[in-house]
């Protein structure tokens, strides 16, 4: 078992939480605490439910961080990340960490690869793959004898760390 040869949808999340982007950083900020996520999906409309960005932790703390009274009114389209980086959900574990490295990203929305419209599916997250690294040690030699993933292996070792040690400890309790 290779991490070419693992598909993420396997492992990804499949519920997933969205916000129109008419709605603001507050309504925003309260799916993900009454969803307990770190993300929320942006579509257009209930009725074109077309993603077309995303609305993370960081985010909001960039925007709450700056203390402009306006902003907490400001459309969630002013404020996504965009374009949306996506993944299709027959690519590989190789595929996912390669992108999430190289656009420097922590969660990889997945899109359906029987379908042109780009449905979301699934996410994928740092912290998702680093579950399957754990429950599958023998991908980690996988990972350290791939060329490009090993060039930065520094990287993921602390991404991978900040996630064994940090706060991801006490839920796995």
Known sequence: MS??????SGFMTT????????????????KMDENNIGSIIVINNER????????????VVRILGKLEPWLLSTPLSALMSKPLITIRSNGSLRDAIQTMYSKNIRRL?????????????????????????????????????DNMLSQNIQTIHERFA??????TLIHRK
Do not use: C, H
């Not at 074109?48 to 985010?59: F, N, S």
């Open 48 to 59: 074109d439910k077309r993603a077309v960005g995303i609305i993370t932790e960081r985010d």
């Open 162 to 167: 900040e996630y064994w040690f940090g706060d």
């Open 3 to 8: 991490i070419d040869s693992i598909s993420i």
């Open 15 to 30: 519920k997933i939480v969205t916000d129109t982007e008419d709605q603001n950083i507050s309504s925003a900020s309260k």
């Open 109 to 145: 929305p997945v899109i359906s690869d029987k379908e042109k419209t780009g449905e979301i599916v699934g996410m994928i997250t740092d912290k998702d793959i680093f579950r399957i690294l754990m429950k599958n040690q023998n991908l980690v030699q996988s990972i350290l004898s």
